[in-house]
Nanobody, 122 residues
Framework: QVRLVESGGGLVQAGGSLRLSCAAS????????MGWYRQAPGKQRELVAN???????NYADSVKGRFTISRDNAENTLYLQMNSLKPEDTAVYYC????????????????WGQGTQVTVPS
């Protein structure tokens, strides 16, 4: 069974920084695309950024230039460096993996972490 566990959330003042981490555990041969999503109260979950196993990245317009996504394939860990945080970044941040190869013959898909809260007071 593959699990994703996020850490690093918290309360930070506007203009500050946080670094989120997401550790994947279980029997993992490889992970295709990993990403960060967020969901603010009363809003739909939205993509923040994602990254392929080849390190190609994609960002939401709202975070471009402020957030940086990265991954360590050897450690099966995903990161999100968040700088210049704004109150509108307040949300629960979720780690996601679109497909994880767990054996030569098996792939599991659409795995989510439990989320970590990021709060930026106005």
């Amino acid at each position: 069974q593959v699990r994703l566990v996020e850490s690093g959330g918290g309360l930070v003042q506007a203009g500050g920084s946080l670094r989120l981490s997401c550790a994947a555990s279980g029997t993992i041969f490889s992970i295709n695309v990993m990403g960060w999503y967020r969901q603010a109260p009363g809003k739909q979950r939205e993509l923040v950024a994602n990254i392929t196993d080849g390190a190609s990245t994609n960002y939401a317009d709202s975070v471009k230039g402020r957030f940086t996504i990265s991954r360590d394939n050897a450690e099966n860990t995903l990161y999100l460096q968040m700088n210049s945080l704004k109150p509108e970044d307040t949300a629960v941040y979720y780690c996601y993996a679109d497909s994880v190869r767990i054996s030569r013959w098996s792939v599991v898909r659409d795995i989510w972490g439990q989320g970590t809260q990021v709060t930026v007071p106005s």
